[in-house]
């Protein structure tokens, strides 16, 4: 799940243009939004087109738990395995 985690980071940093931030200055349990990574809104529809661009899963948004998947890079990376497991 650590690769996961790194690739996801680095999904991250590079659809969202982040150009100060490392993978190692990104930690998975941290929020993503907010407090944490200071994403918005904006930020996740970018995130969400870059993850189905790369992964080929699409994240519905009328899903009740969108906001959980999207909370930290822990989160998104186990979400997308466990839609490539299916």
Do not use: W
């Amino acid at each position: 799940m650590d690769a996961l985690h790194t690739e996801v980071k680095e999904l991250i940093i590079n659809s969202l243009n982040l150009e100060d931030i490392t993978a190692d200055d990104i930690v998975a349990s941290e929020p993503l939004f907010g407090e944490g990574l200071g994403l918005d809104s904006i930020d996740a529809l970018e995130l969400g087109l870059a993850i189905k661009k790369q992964y080929n899963i699409i994240i519905d948004s009328d899903d009740p738990k969108i906001r959980e998947h999207f909370e930290s890079v822990a989160n998104l990376a186990a979400y997308i395995a466990s839609h490539q497991a299916e």
